[in-house]
């Protein structure tokens, strides 16, 4: 085990429980070649989350997973929505990812 994979389970686990704080039904998903690491449910609404720990708060470090990303949002090949989480202490920067790139999106926008 790497301090990274350690830091990235960790993440992963908050965001579900930050999710669980917000009304979704989560489950984390699992697999060397998945997409996606956990999604999220509640009502209508569906969720597909990416969770990164980084040290720094943008996207720019991961541009082939956000073009990737972003073409899914313009063929429609993932029903819901598609969020970019990244972790770094003391809290998240999570991203929604459109079919041009990621735009920052804030806790009140839920």
């Given at each position: 085990?790497?301090?990274?994979?350690?830091?990235?389970?960790?993440?992963?686990?908050?965001?579900?429980?930050?999710?669980?704080?917000?009304?979704?039904?989560?489950?984390?998903?699992?697999?060397?070649?998945?997409?996606?690491?956990?999604?999220?449910?509640?009502?209508?609404?569906?969720?597909?989350?990416?969770?990164?720990?980084?040290?720094?708060?943008?996207?720019?470090?991961?541009?082939?997973?956000?073009?990737?990303?972003?073409?899914m949002?313009?063929?429609?090949?993932?029903?819901?929505?598609?969020?970019?989480?990244?972790?770094?202490?003391p809290?998240?920067?999570?991203?929604?990812?459109?079919?041009?790139?990621?735009?920052?999106?804030?806790?009140?926008?839920?």
């Open positions: 085990m790497t301090a990274t994979w350690q830091s990235g389970r960790a993440a992963e686990y908050a965001a579900m429980t930050a999710l669980q704080k917000a009304g979704y039904s989560t489950e984390k998903i699992t697999g060397h070649n998945r997409r996606f690491d956990l999604i999220g449910w509640k009502e209508n609404q569906t969720l597909w989350l990416v969770i990164r720990s980084s040290k720094r708060f943008t996207t720019s470090h991961f541009p082939q997973e956000i073009a990737t990303l972003s073409e949002v313009r063929s429609g090949s993932a029903p819901g929505e598609i969020q970019f989480w990244i972790y770094r202490r809290g998240w920067t999570r991203y929604r990812i459109q079919p041009g790139g990621a735009s920052l999106i804030t806790w009140r926008e839920e």
